[in-house]
């Protein structure tokens, strides 16, 4: 697990932004495809935190699960909170209710919770320890903890087009010097056990984009946000790229999506614990 955030990337401490270009990811996810570990663990009447619950994609299953038991979700970020708080009452879901909250500062009594979800969000916060504490402190003793972060190492693009693979590494360099987690996914485990959560339940899955619609998709995505000046700009601060480097990628990025053969995943690690009673 890396440690603090770089002292030169504190412009920028969340990676991934909040542009519409980022967002697009957020809102194919859902409980169904990115809770599933969670989700036979919830009934009706449970009390359920959300940390870093974005716009609340995954967010508006996890309350329908628990209902009429109160769901609270929160985020670091004012716009997301809003954008959660906009679709739960679209969505009619009155259970739900989002506020803006720290990982590592969460506003509620201790031992209030009886579950404590949290999706690609621990992978961001630098002292992670600190977050999955905090997340421990407000769960009732018995209470779940549900974490699923990415695996870097394990991503992939397949089939190989030049160097292409140096572009996933660097995006584990500029997370690691924001201060974020790249392999957290696999990390999870130890943390939750240095924490003191008991009966864990660990498993890794995969997100896959193979079929056309789907490579279309991560190459659209890859190129608006991955490539974009903004982020682009801070690799080359950080001296994660070179500008040629990242003109190189975006043309193997084109090849690969006109590949036949073109096949690529996000790895996830998933971590379910329990505290002691
Ligand atoms: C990649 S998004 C994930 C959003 C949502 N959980 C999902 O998977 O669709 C990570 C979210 O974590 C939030 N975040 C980052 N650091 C945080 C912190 N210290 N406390 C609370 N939220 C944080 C970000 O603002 C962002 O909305």
């Given amino acids: 697990m890396s440690g603090q955030a770089d002292p030169e990337a504190q412009e920028q401490k969340y990676t991934m932004g909040y542009d519409e270009e980022f967002q697009v990811l957020l809102r194919r996810r859902s409980a169904a495809n990115s ?15 959300d940390v870093g619950c974005g716009p609340g994609t995954i967010s508006m299953g996890l309350a329908d699960a628990v209902a009429p038991g ?6 670091i970020e004012e716009s997301q909170v809003e954008m959660a708080t906009a679709a739960a009452s679209a969505g009619g879901h009155r259970n ?9 500062e969460l506003p509620f009594e201790s031992n209030s919770f009886d579950v404590v979800h949290s999706h690609a969000a621990i992978m961001h916060v630098p002292d992670a320890g600190a977050a999955v504490a905090e997340m421990m402190r407000v769960l009732k003793p018995g209470g779940i903890i549900s974490s699923r972060d990415v695996i870097l190492s394990s991503c992939f693009t397949e089939p190989k087009h030049g160097d292409f693979d140096n572009a996933w590494k660097a995006f584990g360099k500029l997370l690691s010097a924001n201060g974020g987690h790249p392999e957290m996914g696999k990390e999870i485990k130890g943390v939750l056990l240095a924490t003191g959560f008991c009966d864990l339940s660990v498993s890794a899955s995969f997100e896959c984009f193979a079929a056309k619609e789907d490579v ?20 080359q601060k950080l001296g994660v790229a070179s500008a040629e480097d990242l003109d190189r990628w975006r043309g193997l990025l084109d090849q690969w999506q006109a590949d036949p053969a073109a096949f690529s995943t996000i790895a996830w690690g998933e971590a379910l614990g329990v505290k002691p009673r």
């Fill in 216 to 235: 279309d998709f991560f190459h659209g995505f890859a190129q608006g946000w991955f490539f974009s000046d903004q982020t682009m700009a801070a690799a």
């Fill in 96 to 104: 739900a209710k989002f506020q803006v909250a720290d990982a590592v």
């Fill in 70 to 75: 109160e769901f609270v979700g929160v985020d």
């Fill in 35 to 49: 809770a599933s570990h969670l989700m036979p663990r919830l009934s009706s009447g449970m009390r359920l935190l």
